[in-house]
């Protein structure tokens, strides 16, 4: 109150009369109450932030009580880059008898260790990413990042919140990208990093109505050759603004897996040969019978001339450098270059063969245009097996990731939808519908002929399959023509 009589001193001096008191008294303390109203909703907002977790750290200083708190374990390494007041920070931690360091690289914006993986002796380098909000600070950031994966020279795993959207539906109620995205799969692309596919929620970061994936792992395709399997999926966010993403390497066996007939067969002298005499031991069962017993001689004789193509491969090299170290030494004789000529061919008859494997499985629309490049495929491959597979399934209302109930519900819902109910018999009446002459309806009843049959197999696509039983119709050219 002594501010507005003070304020209507001043009012009064200007000129104000005595009969606009009131007026000017009711206008100053609706003016006071909604500046006190403010200051209290800034209040309780910057209370309400200070108390709500945060998914990277805010700390200036990590110490080791803090690891062992998060953690549960005093053999825990870390490594941190502080924060600046609220803004930043990251921590990464990790198991000392699992993982060797071998370095550590910071940024303002990242925190990469480079080491090797204990188990499987892998030489690696994982990095955390805190990006930035501005355009021209993600791109110095990128910048970093790709100095960084140059100096170390290994297979990289960035993983972290990269501020950045790569495709409009990965931010919820935007009509275009920003100019920044772009840029960002610009980068990725330079880099040859893959972006692990989410597929049990849509997005990662929460705030009011606002909604986005900006949380991503971006993976080397040197990191797939090792960890073909490993796959993405979220954890509960709780009350934090983010999702916490779970990096797993999926070996599990799921059940036999279905039978596909490969090209890369009909590379081995003796495939046709085996196959007629299996064919021929079948006897005189149905067609569809026959194809189906087929499978299993098949899938033994796969197992036993073509299982584990890139071993075959590697003991090829090694006897190959053994004769080259042979050749060096100085202990040369009338048999070592025909040795190795022999070597050297049946090596080449392998690579034919694994990428002939490779592009079948990739499923590549430019297989045949493009040179070898059987890493490239394979690496397709992985990533359409991680996109198809279904980890987890929401049923009535809950999210389930139990593999055995998800396979029962999706058998469930595809038996129901295709249940075929009972219905009504439907006649005609006499004249109603146009009758077919005998001559018309004995041609659309004959059966085909055989060059008619063949000529439509023929004019087939060979990489395509006809049904499921996982014959394609290069298999059934060969072998059935």
Sequence with gaps: MAEN?????????????????????????????????????????????????????????????????????????????????TSGGLLIMWDGAAFKLYNCYKGDRWLCIEGVVAKDNFHCAICLVYGPHERAEKVSMWEELSYIAGLCQVPFYFLGDFNEILHLEERKGVTTLPASAAEFRTWINDMELIDLALNDRAYTWFRGQSCSRIDRSLVSLGWLDVYSETCLRSGLRDLSDH???????????????????????????????????????????????????????????????????????????????????????????????????????????????????????????????????????????????????????VINGRLVRNQARIKIAIRDFYKCLYHQEASPRVTFRDGLVHRLEREEAETLEALPSVEEVKEAVWDYESSKAPGSDGYNMHFIKKVLG
């Design 5 to 85: 009589k003070a304020a209507w001193k001043l009012a009064v001096k200007s000129g104000a009369q005595c009969s606009d008191e009131e007026d000017i008294m009711a206008i100053l303390q609706e003016q006071n109450e909604a500046i006190a109203m403010k200051q209290r909703q800034a209040k309780q907002k910057e209370k309400a932030r200070r108390s709500r977790p945060k998914n990277q750290t805010k700390k200036e200083l990590i110490t080791k009580f803090d690891v062992v708190r998060i953690w549960g374990s005093d053999r825990t390494c870390w490594e941190f880059v502080s924060s600046i007041g």
């Design 243 to 393: 999702c916490p993403l779970v990096i797993e390497d999926s070996r599990r066996v799921e059940g036999p897996r279905p039978f596909r007939s490969l090209d890369s067969w009909f590379t081995h002298e003796g495939f046709l040969r085996m196959v007629k005499e299996e064919w021929r031991e079948l006897g005189d069962v149905q067609f569809l019978q026959k194809m189906k017993a087929l499978s299993e001689p098949l899938r033994r004789w796969h197992k036993q001339h073509f299982g584990n193509m890139a071993e075959r491969i590697k003991k090829l090299e090694e006897e190959i450098r053994k004769v080259d170290d042979m050749v060096s030494s100085g202990r040369y004789d009338g048999t070592t270059e025909a040795r190795r000529r022999a070597l050297v061919s049946c090596c080449e008859k392998w690579y034919l063969r694994q990428e002939m494997h490779w592009k079948q499985m990739s499923r590549s629309r430019h297989a045949n245009e493009m040179d070898r490049n059987t890493r490239y495929f394979h690496n397709i491959a992985s990533a359409r097996r991680r996109n198809n597979r279904i980890e987890s399934l």
